[in-house]
């Protein structure tokens, strides 16, 4: 009985110390990317696309260069946010607004890239307030169509994708 005891005891053992482990590799692999916001901010809240396009005009008989979001967040404490070109996002609840502009990115094959933006405005009094940078993390689809198009055509892609706000 004490051998099946000290072996359940070392198995356990084992299975912290792999999972430390990992969380730890996890952490290092967080700190070095380049889509982590500046040291000292905290998460001021986390979305996902709940329905969600990237329109992209045709020019040069190719659907190139950026897209125009139009996209409703949502998160678990029922508040919405109207995301849109500029790009802008503006609370539901209480109409703050602010745009931000990429500072980097990574690509996700078969989808839009991640990115880490800045936030460059301001308007509005209210949740979005205090947010500085926004994670797009966790992308899937909205990559422009590789077929020939007529100059100024318009398509929407659906997209999906994880938005976390941080701010001080």
């Known amino acids: 009985m004490r051998t099946l005891k000290r072996k359940l ?11 430390i482990s990992a969380v730890t590799y996890q952490a290092s692999a967080a700190e070095t990317s380049p889509l ?6 905290k998460i001021v809240g986390q979305f996902v696309v709940g329905t969600g396009t990237q329109t992209y005009t ?11 979001p139009e996209a409703a967040l949502f998160d678990g404490a029922n508040r919405k946010i109207h995301h849109f070109g500029g790009p802008s996002w ?13 500072v980097a990115n990574s690509p996700v094959p078969g989808a839009i890239p991640e990115l880490l933006l800045e936030v460059k ?5 209210g949740f ?3 947010v500085t940078h926004i994670q797009r993390m966790n992308t899937f689809g909205g ?8 100059d100024g ?16």
Do not use: M, R
């Open 36 to 41: 982590q916001p500046p040291a000292g901010l």
């Open 58 to 68: 045709c020019t040069g008989g190719k659907f190139t260069g950026s897209s125009v």
């Open 121 to 125: 405005t301001h308007s509005g009094q």
């Open 9 to 19: 005891a070392l198995a356990a053992a084992a299975v912290v110390t792999v999972g």
């Open 153 to 168: 055509q318009k398509v929407s892609v659906p997209y999906n994708a994880n938005y976390i706000f941080w701010g001080n």
């Open 128 to 130: 979005l307030s205090t």
């Open 90 to 102: 503006q609370s539901e609840s209480d109409g703050s607004l602010i745009t931000a502009a990429p």
């Open 143 to 150: 990559v422009a169509p590789a077929t020939a198009c007529t």
